[in-house]
């Protein structure tokens, strides 16, 4: 997975669990590994997270299109701006 934001492009490694229309997993980033939930409902994903930033709780959520092969769509960094994400299947 690549999210771009105000402070540039990040890759990680997204792991995803799916069980009916819900998904789990892990988002292994430079900053650590965060779990996430979400759900995939047709071609819909959304997923979010908390994670700690200098001190402070985030949230970011992620909503978007997928299909098997490839997501990409919005990423939302709380009160910290907005950018995308894209990610493909390994």
Do not use: C, H, W
């Not at 105000?6 to 650590?32: A, H």
């Not at 990409?72 to 390994?90: H, I, N, S």
């Amino acid at each position: 997975m690549t999210i771009d934001s105000q402070m540039g492009s990040q890759d990680s490694k997204f792991v995803v669990n799916q069980n009916g229309k819900n998904i789990t997993g892990t988002l292994d980033t430079p900053m650590g590994s965060q779990n996430y939930t979400g759900t995939y409902d047709g071609k819909d994903i959304n997923f979010s997270f908390m994670m700690n930033a200098q001190g402070m709780d985030l949230k970011l959520d992620f909503i978007g299109t997928a299909d098997a092969q490839a997501m990409a769509g919005r990423a939302v960094f709380g009160t910290f701006g907005e950018g995308t994400f894209k990610a493909k299947r390994q």
